[in-house]
Structure formats: structure tokens, C-alpha cells
């Protein structure tokens, strides 16, 4: 799919009125992607589906009138048949040129019904999906013979130790070569989103520090009878954000993490789409917007854990006693506490006088801040040995409490001017206006006082839903902000959020899935002359019939109605994050108006970068 359309495409396009003849151009394909045969038709009807949210991304309907009448027949030594494949491009009239132009759609398998031949008006049906169906079962894809593996990790024969950790990229490529026969793929790396280079600038750091970020975190076993689509969605779906389909140009498969497309160009503006436009339906799915999302993930399986509450705290060092842990710190050993008091930044544990080793944070790799360990609560860590310069480094990576849990709310960012008042046995509140933050109590003079939240801050979120691990996605524009519709819930729970192994993947969900239930439902459709060019996540502009402004825009699926010569498109509203605000605002008003939440996770140096020299921070 070419992603520059050219003068010559848009004129086409606009010929609607004055041309209403398709052709199709199907090339006929055999097993190994050969091209054994050329139909060139004439196109009488047919529809065309592309779905960005699909596993079987496109689905097509054709009835066609074959030119060569000898192969127009569905039999079995003809171009038609069950075990051929199709490459297919649809052709529009230049009346400029008297020449057709040919866009691609795709590589397509007939489907449950291979077609219908009609001899009455010498055409022919097709039905056809895209090679996703040649994986789910629908045509071969099914697992035979005996079940098969994929070990989370290999053990040392003699020592018992964990000696390799298995990836999950590797894993699909195994499945795409040796049960699917797919060599031409291009899988990029699934893992902890802290470890992408587009999501953090330290992310080699990270990779070195965290040596699971990419590894299967448990076994998988797959049964006599799966689909291998089934498998390929079971590894793909072992982090959020993530997506299969087979590339429209090459057929090459694909698995990559779903564009944000926020440095993608335009692809088509305002002014074409205005002039292609045939109607508009504008729609929020009231029922589905949600603007906060609680994951309860699995429960930590921790290797030993203190039963008789011996962990006490001094000197910033949290010493326990743990029955049965006898051989030092071993590599990867799960440890659960319950933590006597708030920790001090940069706290330490020591269990059995092994030492005093540091406790890191999983998400950056650095020493935990203050008040992230709270008293009374339980709390794993994992053990990591790394051996620098000739010796043993110790450190205890904080997973989290025994029981994944994490919130991401969806915010304008902007301080509330309001105060609510807690204990810690009650949820009840009075609200008070603009009260000044010198007005606060101070914190923690006896376990029963009141104490003030600024509503709709992160400490807020904490008490309210008892969840330390509160993740705020700030939208200036949205209008589904807790601001301004309250806090609407969503609770993920069981299932697939069961093999959540993290608070940090943890996290990474809940801002996937509140990404869905606040973006995905303010959506607009429009139906145009026919753009047989477009794609799923492409950006464009688009002033709404009921707006005077233009917005942005991201395709998330296509429809193409040949016998009407139109294409209906549904969109969703693209919202600049709160880094673009800063880059086009300037710094010194956006700090006037955010709270401190908002700017907390940006250093005085990342916020200098981030708006270049246009004002002084």
C-alpha cells in the first residue's frame, strides 16, 4: 500500500459520477506464492472489509466476469479452485489517460464457500479472506498429533538452577516456521513496555538490569485440535498493545505493537475528504466509555515467605527471618514480607543475615522512593544475581504486593481546587473548595486521623481504591476526563488478566484498555466516493458537519462497496498527549495550570527538552 497518494489517485477518485466501471485483476497464486495464472475481469459487485481491531483483518465479497471463458469454471484443474491462492487489485478508469489504474488489496484464500458460478450471466462469486484464515482452522491451521510445549525456562540438569529463559519472539517464529511454514515475517519484540525505545529513553538500561522483559513468564501448553492462530494470539496477547496481520504489499506477517501514529504525517486533509464526502453519522458508545480501569492480575507465587512476621525495620534496613531459606540468595528467588513500617528512600532488606542488599524498582531500575512500601501490607521481591567485574552484584527487585493490582485513569491533568476529607477506615468525604495546600494536616500523627486529598490527584486514586500502583494518562482535550464525567469504573478481573505477572504489566494493561474504552467510543463514520487506497491506522484530518474546527483523526476500519462506487470509514478522534501540549503551550503556562501529579514523572531536564528553548522552565 503506497503511503504518498498522488494528484493523479485523488482525480480518479472524484470521478465517481462519470465512472462507474471496476475491474478486478486477480492473480492466481500456488502454494509457494507463484504466479501461475492472470484473471482480468470485469467487476459487477462485491464488498470489501478491513477491520484494524480484527485477527482476520480483510474479507472480501466479488461476483466477476471472467474474460477467458475457459477458466471462469470452479473445477479442479482450473484457476479457481480450493488449493490456489489469490493476489488482487481493483482497477478505476482514467479518463484522462483511457487507461485503468490498479490498486492492491491484498493477498486473499477462499473461504468457507470457494464461489458460485451463475452460467445465465457468465459470472462468478467469490468469497475470500486474507491468510489469517489459512491459521485459524478455517482452511488447515489446526494443531494434530500430540500436544505441544513452550517452557518458560530450561533448568542446569545437576545444580536444578534456571540456566535460560526461553523469548516469547522466538517462540512465535517457531510456531511460523516449523507448524505454519511461514518464512517471510517480521516480528518485532514483545515484552515489558519499559524496555521499547519508543516508550523510554533508558530502555537499555532496563534490558540489562530486567533479563525477563521478553521471556515466556510461565509455561504454555497447546492441546491436539488448537488453531495456531490460537497460539500466535496466546503469546502476542502475554503483553497489551500488540498486533497480527499479514502486510498487504508483501504478504510478510506481521506482529508489531499497534501504531500511535502521533509523528505520523497526514495522510489524507480535510479538503479531499470534504470533497469525497457523501454522508456522516457521528456516535459515542455511551454505554462503553470508561475512564478509569482497575487490573487484578495473578497472585505473586512467592519461594519463601516470612509466616511468622519476624521482618522488623531500623536503620532504613528491613531485617526478617525466613524458615527454610538456608542456601544464601539464589538468582530469581521469590521472597514475601510483610513490611512493619513505611520505608525511607533507598531501604534495604536482609533476610537471615545473608546481607543487606538494595531494593530496585522494575520499572526504571533504580534504588524505590520513600512511602513506596506501606505498613502493614504484603510485598514480593525477586532476587537478581549479576556478576560485574569479577564479582556478585545483589539487588531485590520490588514486584509489587502479593496480588497484582493496578489502576490507570484517564485526566485533563489540571488541579481540581477541591479537597476531600478521609480516614483510614472510611471512604465518606465533604468537599471543600479552593483550599489552600498549607490547609493539608499533617500526614501520619496517629493511624485514625483525617486527612485532605485534592480530588482526582494520584494520592486520591491510592485511597479510594487502595491500590499503590496509580498510572494517569493525561488528555487536555478528551472528553471522557474524570473532570468531567465523574469516575466511570471498569474492572478487569480472571481470564486472560489472571497471567498478569507484574504490577508494571499490570499497568501497561490498564492503560491499553482504558486507551479502548475512552478513545475506540468517540468515533465519527463517514461514507465517500470510493478510496480503494486506504488503510486501517492511517491519520487524517476532518472537520465534523456539527464543528468549526478541524481534528485530527486515526482509521480503525474500512468498508468497500464497489457496485456503489463508495467506501464507508470509521474513525476515531486522535487527542495530543500532554507532551504535545507542552511542546505547542509552553512550559510556563502548562505549570500554572497542572497539578503536580501531572508533572511529577518529568525531571527539570526532561521538561527543558521536551519544549526546546522556547521559554526558560
Not at 485523488?10 to 492472470?38: F, M, V
Not at 467469490?126 to 489459512?134: G, R, V
Not at 499533617?442 to 491510592?462: A, C, M, P, R
Request: charge should be negative.
Amino acid at each position: 500500500m503506497a503511503d504518498i497518494i498522488t494528484h493523479e489517485d485523488l482525480l480518479i477518485t472524484l470521478q465517481r459520477s462519470a465512472n462507474p466501471n471496476l475491474r478486478l485483476n486477480i492473480e492466481i497464486l500456488d502454494s509457494k506464492q507463484r504466479i501461475i495464472g492472470t484473471l482480468n475481469c470485469g467487476l459487477q459487485s462485491g464488498s470489501m472489509s478491513i477491520n484494524g481491531e480484527s485477527d482476520v483483518r480483510r474479507t472480501a465479497t466479488f461476483t466477476i466476469q471472467p474474460t477467458l471463458k475457459e477458466k471462469i469454471k470452479i473445477t479442479y484443474n482450473s484457476l479457481l479452485w480450493l488449493n490456489k491462492d489469490m493476489r488482487i487489485s481493483v482497477g478505476l478508469y482514467n479518463f484522462r489517460t483511457k487507461q485503468y489504474k490498479y490498486y492492491p488489496l491484498g493477498y486473499y484464500v477462499y473461504t468457507d464457500t470457494s464461489g458460485t458460478y451463475d452460467a445465465t450471466t457468465d459470472s462468478i462469486t467469490i468469497n475470500c479472506a486474507d491468510f489469517m484464515k489459512k491459521l485459524d482452522g478455517t482452511k488447515n491451521g489446526q494443531l494434530g498429533g500430540l500436544a505441544i510445549q513452550f517452557p518458560s525456562y530450561k533448568k542446569d540438569e545437576e545444580s536444578g538452577k534456571v540456566e535460560d529463559k526461553f523469548i516469547i519472539r522466538n517462540a512465535i517464529i517457531r510456531i511460523l516456521e516449523d507448524l505454519a511454514h511461514i518464512t517471510n515475517y517480521r516480528i518485532d519484540d514483545i515484552g515489558d513496555i519499559n524496555a521499547m525505545p519508543d516508550y523510554n529513553e533508558s530502555w537499555e538500561e532496563y534490558r540489562q538490569a530486567n533479563e525477563s522483559w521478553n521471556t515466556i513468564p510461565f509455561d504454555q501448553e497447546f492441546s491436539s485440535g488448537c488453531s495456531i492462530l490460537s497460539m500466535l494470539t496466546t503469546f502476542r496477547d502475554l503483553y497489551p498493545n500488540y498486533e497480527m496481520f499479514f502486510d498487504i504489499d508483501s504478504n510478510a506477517f506481521i506482529c508489531q505493537m499497534k501504531p500511535s501514529c502521533y509523528e505520523d504525517d497526514i495522510f489524507l486533509d480535510n479538503g479531499f475528504l470534504q470533497r469525497a464526502l457523501l454522508s456522516e453519522s457521528t456516535s459515542v458508545d455511551m454505554i462503553s466509555v470508561r475512564n478509569i480501569c482497575e487490573i487484578w492480575g495473578q497472585a505473586i507465587n512467592v519461594n519463601y515467605y516470612d509466616h511468622r512476621d519476624t521482618c522488623t525495620y531500623e536503620d532504613n534496613i528491613y531485617t526478617a527471618s525466613i524458615e527454610g531459606y538456608e542456601e544464601g540468595y539464589c538468582n530469581r528467588d521469590c521472597i514475601g514480607l510483610k513490611i512493619p513500617k513505611n520505608n525511607q528512600a533507598n531501604p534495604m532488606i536482609n533476610i537471615n543475615k545473608f546481607g543487606a542488599i538494595e531494593i530496585y524498582s522494575e520499572s526504571n531500575n533504580k534504588p524505590i522512593d520513600a512511602d513506596v512500601l506501606k505498613a502493614n501490607k504484603i510485598y514480593a521481591f525477586k532476587i537478581i544475581k549479576e556478576h560485574v567485574n569479577d564479582q556478585d552484584i545483589v539487588k531485590a527487585y520490588f514486584l509489587g504486593e502479593k496480588i497484582v493490582h493496578a489502576i490507570n485513569v484517564l485526566s485533563n491533568g489540571k488541579k481540581s481546587g477541591q479537597f476531600i476529607i478521609l480516614d483510614d477506615d472510611s471512604k465518606n468525604s465533604n468537599l471543600e473548595e479552593n483550599t489552600e495546600e498549607s490547609d493539608s494536616p499533617d500526614s501520619n500523627t496517629n493511624e485514625n486521623v483525617e486527612k485532605k486529598y485534592e480530588l482526582y490527584s494520584k494520592e486520591y486514586f491510592q485511597k479510594i481504591y487502595s491500590c499503590d500502583h496509580v498510572d494517569i494518562t493525561i488528555i487536555p482535550d478528551s472528553p471522557f476526563t474524570v473532570e468531567k464525567l465523574g469516575e466511570i469504573l471498569e474492572v478487569k478481573t480472571g481470564s486472560e488478566y489472571d497471567t498478569i505477572s507484574s504490577n508494571d504489566i499490570a499497568i501497561s494493561t490498564a492503560r491499553w484498555e482504558n486507551w479502548k474504552n475512552s478513545r475506540l467510543t468517540d468515533s465519527i463514520t463517514i461514507t465517500t466516493a470510493l478510496l480503494p487506497f486506504l488503510d486501517v491506522n492511517k491519520k487524517v484530518s476532518y472537520k465534523r458537519s456539527d464543528s468549526d474546527q478541524i481534528h485530527q483523526y486515526i482509521i480503525s476500519s474500512i468498508s468497500h462497496d464497489f457496485a456503489g462506487y463508495t467506501s464507508t470509514i470509521t474513525m476515531y478522534r486522535f487527542y495530543p498527549l500532554y507532551e504535545t501540549l507542552l511542546k505547542d503551550t509552553g512550559t510556563h503556562k502548562v505549570l500554572s495550570e497542572y497539578s503536580h501529579g501531572a508533572l511529577s514523572k518529568y525531571t527539570h531536564g526532561e521538561l527543558t527538552t521536551i519544549i526546546g528553548k522556547k521559554e526558560d522552565v
